[in-house]
């Protein structure tokens, strides 16, 4: 069973508006969050990385928050941008575990 | 500076032949990975290499795939006798440091196609 779920598989959204993406974990012990942007074609791009003392980090319009108590996290992205569309994956270590991804598509 | 590239960036094989995938890390990167990314989902860990040693190829599925990094730097990801579920984008990624915890920077990939 994936240690790493997100939510949802994918979502369609209007430039300019706000979305966010959901990331759950079970993975032990926990080091650290990362969010990755993958583009079509490209690989894995780091978005943020947040350790377990972390609340939120922001980069840009990318804005992730991480709940250790709950082993939740989320990534919000605020005033969408046709280059946003893209897989985006949660990453839990250690050991690495990959989400399977959040496609967002951002339309005009 | 350069980053992360890999060879080729597609390629297709006829089920049973052998193929090489190459993957250059960013200079003095120490730690290099290879991932299994089938269509629409996250990568599979497959293996790890600290400089020229192998330390975990506990993701490796079958006797099939086999990597190398001999000299530390470049490194391949052998598959022999290609099956259609090989199919997949093979990721690459290298790290500066000697922890798989650190940031990773990944390469393109390489499309398999297995007809």
């Known amino acids: 069973k994936n240690q790493v779920e997100q939510s949802p598989q994918s979502l369609i959204i209007l430039e300019g508006k706000n979305c966010t993406l959901q990331c759950n974990y079970t993975v032990s012990p926990f080091s650290n969050l990362r969010w990755y942007k993958q583009d079509t074609g490209r690989g894995p791009v780091s978005l943020t990385i947040m350790t377990f003392s972390e609340n939120t980090k922001s980069n840009g319009r990318y804005t992730a928050t991480l709940d250790a108590d709950t082993k939740q996290s989320s990534l919000h992205i605020t005033a969408s941008q046709l280059s946003d569309s893209a897989s985006y994956i949660c990453?839990?270590?250690?050991?690495?575990?990959f989400g399977a991804g959040t496609t967002v598509t951002v339309r005009a | 500076g350069a980053g992360v590239s890999q060879s080729p960036r597609y390629k297709v094989a006829k089920r049973g032949q052998d193929v090489a995938l190459r993957c250059d890390p960013i200079s003095g990167h120490v730690s290099l990975f290879w991932y299994q990314q089938a269509l629409g989902q996250g990568p599979e860990f497959l293996t790890y290499?600290?400089?020229?040693?192998?330390?975990?190829k506990s993701g490796l599925p079958s006797d099939r795939f086999f990597a190398e990094r001999p000299e530390g730097s470049v490194s391949t990801l052998k598959i022999q006798r290609t099956q259609q579920e090989d199919s997949a984008v093979y990721l690459c990624?290298?790290?500066?440091?000697?922890?798989?915890?650190?940031?990773?920077?990944f390469g393109p990939g390489t499309r398999l196609t297995v007809t």
């Open positions: 290499f600290q400089n020229e040693a192998q330390l975990d």
């Open positions: 990624a290298s790290s500066p440091l000697a922890v798989s915890s650190y940031e990773q920077y």
């Open positions: 990453v839990v270590s250690v050991p690495l575990s």
